[in-house]
Nanobody, 124 residues
Framework: VQLQAFGGGLVQAGGSLRLSCAAS????????MGWFRQAPGKNREIVAA????????HYADSVKGRFTISRDDAKSTVYLQMISLKPEDTATYYC??????????????????WGQGTQVTVSS
């Protein structure tokens, strides 16, 4: 599965962005999907994840109530809607796909394919 993330950019604090991740080369409806981020000097961390059915979602505490993950299986795309952005949200955001039937959304090693990353910069 190949993943391509886009939609990042520069935004002021309090602003919004929507990230998209398009998948190809696999059966998208069989994939659990996740968004991760990595800031300079920090470890990659889970932001949000959605199960293959779309019925379950998982969010990092730091983004709950501000970020929403969703999927459109017809378009083989997963989205991350981000509102009320803060400077601490600045990072490179990556989408990832989990091929297995298990769902451990915050276990990075469970993800099998990764996109190239898209930069989100939030100015204060």
């Amino acid at each position: 599965v190949q993943l391509q993330a886009f939609g990042g950019g520069l935004v002021q604090a309090g602003g919004s962005l929507r990230l998209s991740c398009a998948a190809s080369g696999g059966i998208f409806s069989r994939l659990g999907m996740g968004w991760f981020r990595q800031a300079p000097g920090k470890n990659r961390e889970i932001v949000a994840a959605i199960s293959r059915s779309g019925r379950r979602t998982h969010y990092a505490d730091s983004v709950k109530g501000r970020f929403t993950i969703s999927r459109d299986d017809a378009k083989s795309t997963v989205y991350l809607q981000m509102i009320s952005l803060k400077p601490e949200d600045t990072a490179t955001y990556y989408c990832a796909a989990d091929y297995s039937s298990r769902w451990n959304p915050d276990v990075i090693s469970d993800y099998d394919s990764w996109g190239q990353g898209t930069q989100v910069t939030v100015s204060s």
